[in-house]
């Protein structure tokens, strides 16, 4: 099966704290990268843990505040000085360019190297992005300003050949793309070989949902159902719900209920206030509704 | 004598590596700090490195490359929401409100902390600076765009009274303030004590001047003249003159050329190129001509 991660850039909330830095995930699938928001130190958290920026073209921003956003300056900056050529394809709120254009003046020189923002839609549900592999669809969060979370989903892929058989069969090229879309083979002699004799059904569909700033919000549970893996923010212990509900957070125990209600299969907890120098308490908080449920730490490497 | 310590937070060029950070300082006198340059990852640093954000008032700017500013957002965004109240004053190149605005539209809300952006002159030396301790002044350097250096001058302190004589004598507050003026002491009777009797000269004046970044520039020579601690930029090693040259840069050999022709006490050079994995080339080029060189690196203290 082709490896499809998400790897920890960043754990904290607003404040980064010595070991904690903010916002960004780097998702991985058949060794192409997506970027999700980009929190101050980005590049430098890619370059600790061995990801190329280079390969980053598509780049998924949840909101505008700074401790998603305060990295993208010198991560763009750094692929312009590595020679990155083509787009690199921002998805965002509108205002990004607003905010970003008067950083990026270097960039107007560069023609080989453009940024294209696409702004997203903050009211509903979108698809934002797909390739032969994967979609990308936005949905709305509940924060203090427009927010939304991101579902990443692998596409259905062909049938996988089964090369025993093909190669003792003889089978032409022509015929094995034929195969694989599911048709049935017929020989010279006008036999018919049923497909499922000859094939082995394509990889399971995997699905990552990445869900923060936001308060605990019923509206995703139908979004993000069955996803094999789901990171949702846990900004607070349970005992600060009201913090939590007045700045527009989630606690431990929220994130969990969610994660529960919405059949995922493992959970991922994150963006910590700094009070929380151990990450214990809020995991501990998780488990007791959702057991599957794991911190998130910087380089750490969750298989989807 | 008053501690007077400069802080190397960020020491690379463009490309920050697994070691260095792109450029960013803190001066410290008297326990107050001011900060030169703010790459991406500044305020990560002074947390590292336990220098407290809240104490920074005064931030200096030589020019707009990202290297020297991207850390700027991020640094405003934690000390707004720790509560720092006050103006921040930032001495830039005039373009630098043009970017920083859009990024820092939150600040909008908050009338306890607001930043004042004061413009440079690069075209000839300007007092930018003053308190009671020390005077700044920027100082033109030569890079692709308006570009300038910074000399940090201690100013001349009051004279030290000899706190045996004062006792024995019982000479009166208001007295000790003459005398800490210059003025010889007159006793009840009319007796003359020269004042070199009951007072020790001050503490000498220090300096620090910092160079980036630039092409070698001897019209800096009289300005930086017999500093205690020069810090210049050296990008590459003299091997690579060529492409310092194209690229307005120094190499080590030039920076300590400029250093041994000013009389400075001690150079550190910094600035480094990503190319170098160990700063060992460097320091040795530099040290031909001028041996008491020294190598930037994340965390050092230099005393002034």
Chains 1, 2 share one sequence.
Not at 133 to 139: A, N
Not at 156 to 162: F, I, K, Y
């Amino acid at each position: 099966m082709t490896p499809f991660t998400v790897t920890i850039l960043g754990s904290s909330s607003a404040l980064p704290t010595l070991t904690r830095f903010p916002t960004s995930q780097v998702v991985s699938l058949n060794d192409k990268l997506y970027l999700i928001d980009c929190g101050e130190g980005t590049q430098i958290q890619m370059r600790k843990f061995g990801l190329k920026m280079g390969k980053i073209n598509h780049i998924f921003i949840s909101h505008l505040h700074g401790d998603h956003i305060f990295g993208l300056p010198g991560l763009i900056s750094t692929m312009a000085l590595g020679g990155k050529k083509g787009e690199l394809h921002i998805y965002a709120h509108s205002d990004l360019k607003i905010m970003m254009d008067p950083l990026l003046i270097f960039m107007k020189d560069m023609n080989d190297f453009k940024v294209v923002y696409h702004p997203l839609n903050f009211r509903r549900r979108s698809l934002v992005f797909e390739d032969s592999r994967l979609t990308v669809e936005s949905f709305p969060l509940k924060h203090r300003i427009s927010c939304c979370g991101f579902l990443f989903k692998e596409k259905q892929q062909e049938l996988h050949l089964r090369g025993d058989l093909i190669n003792y069969l003889n089978i032409s090229i022509k015929d094995r793309v034929i195969l694989k879309s599911g048709a049935d083979y017929i020989k010279a002699d006008g036999t018919v070989i049923p497909n499922t004799d000859l094939t082995i059904p394509p990889d399971r569909m995997r699905s990552y949902a990445f869900c923060t700033d936001t308060l605990p919000r019923k509206q995703i549970i139908p979004v993000i159902q069955n996803v094999d893996l789901l990171y949702h923010e846990a900004t607070f212990c349970n005992d600060l719900k009201d913090l939590a509900l007045k700045t527009y957070h989630s606690t431990a125990l929220q994130a969990a209920e969610i994660a529960f209600k919405s059949g995922v299969k493992k959970l991922i907890i994150g963006h910590f206030s700094s009070r929380y120098k151990y990450e214990k308490p809020l995991v501990d908080e998780a488990r007791t509704v959702f057991p599957n449920t794991f911190a998130a730490n910087e380089g750490e490497v969750f298989v989807i």
